[in-house]
């Protein structure tokens, strides 16, 4: 019996964060170590992973751009800390919440965050529960933006690894965010929540930190070394510092424990959804006083040709006479021979140039010119010449400096062969472009370089509706 009343007796803080763990091969996505993995228990600020995570897929599909200023509601302002400090009524742009929201892990800019993109936090709460099924975190729930303490706002330390994974391998763009030590917020520089496990633990790059009482100290860690990257978990921690320890110790078991080479299994990225209204009533808000109605909730399948503009002349091109599996072919036996990461232009369009109609004329077309000027024998083309093209558009984009990346590859030859197919498949839009392979510590960027502002989004968009990965890199990056 006196045991019994001991039991009862125990103050409830000493169970209210039970321990759980997990560690992943981030490369393979094979599980190294589990343990109460699949326990549902609160993810406190891991949550913002989530939020985040949502908020690139936002900004990649233009619903909202780094630069939009968001206004500061009134709930938004009031969260409690860790926060910015964010004034209700004030402005301030998406990209400085981004940082506050990953660096410092600030809830009134994760709540902010939500607003900008849904319009509110019970709204994005549901975004975030659709993406988090799409990714196959299937016993999370989110009731809001930040992650404090709210009745069934549950994870699992599998689920949290999952989503640290795609952050790391769908917008890699973005992470570097999870590893800066300081960062510009805006209205004041922010320090990132766990810089002793940064600056401890060789190789850790990110990704989050969390914690609230009935959570404990939780902890979702990537570290890479020697091409090999471990992501691991913790929920429960009893402080900060036995928590870190603690994760220490689980990624160290994990480079124990995984092979040095193994194939990279990349996962796959959910379609894009939009902004999904009621299940009878799917729309998209398109702008101030209409809306876009979806014919279902599910990801472009078709890039639709622009309309042509009044006016403007069309000239019907030659079908080419050699066929797509000859131009594949010759582009990946170009392949074989590219060395450099710079190599010019015109060298890197010579398999192409084997394999396709004769070059396009000298002399073009101008649309805007009027007819008498269009039959003169300078702007007439050559009969045997088989391709006619006519220039519609002049860009105004300031330049030639933008380019796209269509991934990022565990070898060069990877990265090149998907560049050279990538330029097979989308000719149109990618002719002219210089490919081009930088290489990182977490392997091969494909890159397209040398283009203007609107033919790089018109790539992007177009790639994107062929569930090829594509986001545009600016001239400042």
């Not at 094979?30 to 690139?56: C, G, I, Q, W």
């Not at 900060?240 to 603690?246: G, L």
């Not at 140039?353 to 649309?367: C, E, F, M, Q, S």
Request: aromatic share 6%; hydrophobic share 40%; with cysteine.
């Amino acid at each position: 019996m006196a045991t019994i009343w001991m039991m009862v007796i125990v103050p409830l803080s000493a169970v209210a964060a039970p321990y759980a763990a997990l560690v992943m091969d981030a490369r393979s996505g094979e599980v190294l170590h589990s343990r109460n993995a699949d326990t549902r228990l609160h993810p406190a600020s891991l949550t913002k992973m989530m939020t985040l995570y949502v908020v690139f897929e936002a900004v990649e599909n233009g619903e909202i751009t780094l630069d939009t200023p968001v206004r500061i509601s009134k709930h938004a302002a009031s969260e409690p800390p860790s926060k910015l400090g964010l004034r209700s009524g004030s402005t301030i742009k998406l990209r400085y919440l981004i940082r506050a929201a990953a660096v410092k892990s600030a809830n009134d800019a994760a709540t902010a965050l939500g607003e900008a993109i849904e319009g509110s936090e019970a709204a994005f709460a549901r975004r975030m529960n659709r993406t988090a099924k799409a990714l196959g975190m299937t016993r999370t729930t989110f009731k809001n933006a930040h992650g404090l303490t709210e009745n069934g706002h549950l994870s699992t330390a599998r689920d949290m690894t999952l989503l640290g994974r795609h952050l790391f391998y769908d917008y890699p763009e973005y992470y570097n965010l999870f590893s800066r030590v300081t960062a510009d917020a805006g209205i004041k520089k922010v320090y990132h929540t766990n810089r002793r496990l940064l600056g401890d633990y060789r190789g850790a790059d990110g990704i989050k930190t969390g914690y609230t009482r009935a959570a404990g100290f939780n902890l979702t860690a990537s570290a890479e070394r020697g091409g090999e990257r471990i992501i691991a978990t913790v929920f429960g921690g009893r402080s900060t510092a036995s928590r870190n320890a603690k994760v220490a110790e689980l990624l160290d078991l994990g480079f124990r424990q995984a092979p040095s080479r193994v194939a990279v299994n990349r996962p796959s990225k959910p379609a894009y959804m939009g902004k999904i209204g009621p299940a009878d009533n799917h729309s998209v808000p398109g702008g101030k006083g209409r809306t876009v109605r979806l014919a279902s909730a599910a990801a472009v399948k078709k890039s639709l040709r622009p309309q042509r503009r009044p006016g403007e002349a069309v000239v019907a091109q030659a079908a080419p006479t050699v066929g797509k599996e000859d131009i594949e072919k010759a582009l990946l036996a170009a392949a074989e021979t590219i060395t450099e990461d710079a190599t010019p232009p015109a060298a890197q369009g010579s398999a192409l140039a084997t394999a396709t109609p004769k070059a396009r004329p000298k002399d073009l077309v101008l649309a805007s010119v009027d007819a008498k000027a269009q039959t003169t024998p300078k702007a007439k083309e050559p009969a045997s010449d088989p391709v006619q093209k006519v220039v519609t558009r002049i860009s105004t984009s300031g330049g030639r400096h933008w380019g796209i990346n269509v991934g990022r590859y565990p070898s060069e030859y990877k990265a090149r062969k998907v560049l050279l197919k990538t330029a097979l498949n989308e000719m149109e839009t990618l002719d002219g472009s210089l490919r081009k392979v930088v290489k990182r510590s977490t392997g091969f960027e494909a890159n397209f370089m040398g283009m203007t502002r609107e033919s790089a989004d018109l790539a992007c968009r177009r790639l994107q509706a062929k569930q090829i990965t594509c986001f545009m890199i600016d001239p400042g990056a």
